[in-house]
């Protein structure tokens, strides 16, 4: 069952635009993460945020996570044409019953950085 | 360099076979998983594993068994592979509460 969903759908810009996408979901969380898919592979890890956490940043990214709204952000800055790819937001609910790490993802953003 | 190795990138069966899919880690994440991933639909979950010999059924088991004897290696079973099972198919592995490392994924198609 899918908790996070992702608005855009689907984004496009240009080389050195900054790109913006932001995640929903529903329930609390022990963490939100965030992953980057190329064309046909796997999902690779970008960062987690903890539920006590307010902003993360790793190289061009920045990741906010607003509990009280549960939602959260990821901004890429000066994007590059191998940027392009499908984002993917994953909670890690919390849970009582439930605590082995188990992700819900979203459906993703399509994001297209044209040179 | 990684970590989490699917053995098969594109996979052919044919309707009724048996099919087995292999995933192998080599960071001794104690989580396994695997998904599928259909347009649309976004990953769905079909099992995972928190430890040796233990499987946990996800939001899609139907059709599907895992096997885990050893904790590096997380086995996906098609028993009786039917077209609606073509699919990517991801294997991910990860510790308690960590992020997790994808395969390259096995696209599979029965025909």
């Known amino acids: 069952s899918q908790q996070g969903e992702e608005d855009p759908q689907a984004l496009s810009i240009q080389e050195g635009e900054n790109a913006t996408m932001n995640c929903s979901y529903k329930?609390?969380?022990?963490?939100l993460q965030w992953y980057r898919q190329n064309s046909g592979r796997g999902l690779v890890h970008l960062i987690l945020?903890?539920?006590?956490?307010r902003e993360k940043h790793s190289g061009r990214l920045r990741v906010t996570l607003d509990t009280s709204k549960k939602s959260s952000s990821l901004l890429i800055t000066a994007s590059r044409a191998a940027d392009t790819a499908s984002y993917f937001c994953?909670?890690?609910?919390?849970?009582?019953?439930?605590?082995?790490?188990?992700?819900?993802f979203g459906a993703g953003t399509q994001v297209v950085v044209t040179p | 360099d990684v970590k989490v190795t699917q053995s098969s990138r594109y996979l052919v069966k044919r309707t009724g076979e048996k099919v087995f899919l292999e995933c192998v880690q080599d960071m001794d994440h104690e989580n396994m998983f695997w998904y599928r991933q259909d347009p649309g639909l976004g990953l769905r979950l079909i099992y995972f594993s928190y430890d040796v010999k233990m499987k946990e059924k996800g939001d899609i088991p139907e059709g599907y068994s895992v096997s885990r004897e050893k904790k590096e290696r997380f086995s996906l079973i098609l028993e009786s592979a039917s077209t609606n099972q073509t699919s990517m198919y991801l294997c991910?592995?990860?510790?308690?509460?960590?992020?997790?490392?994808f395969g390259s994924g096995t696209r599979l198609t029965v025909v």
């Open positions: 945020i903890r539920s006590n956490e």
């Open positions: 991910a592995s990860s510790r308690v509460l960590g992020g997790y490392t």
């Open positions: 329930t609390s969380i022990n963490n």
């Open positions: 994953a909670t890690d609910p919390l849970s009582q019953t439930d605590s082995w790490g188990k992700l819900q």
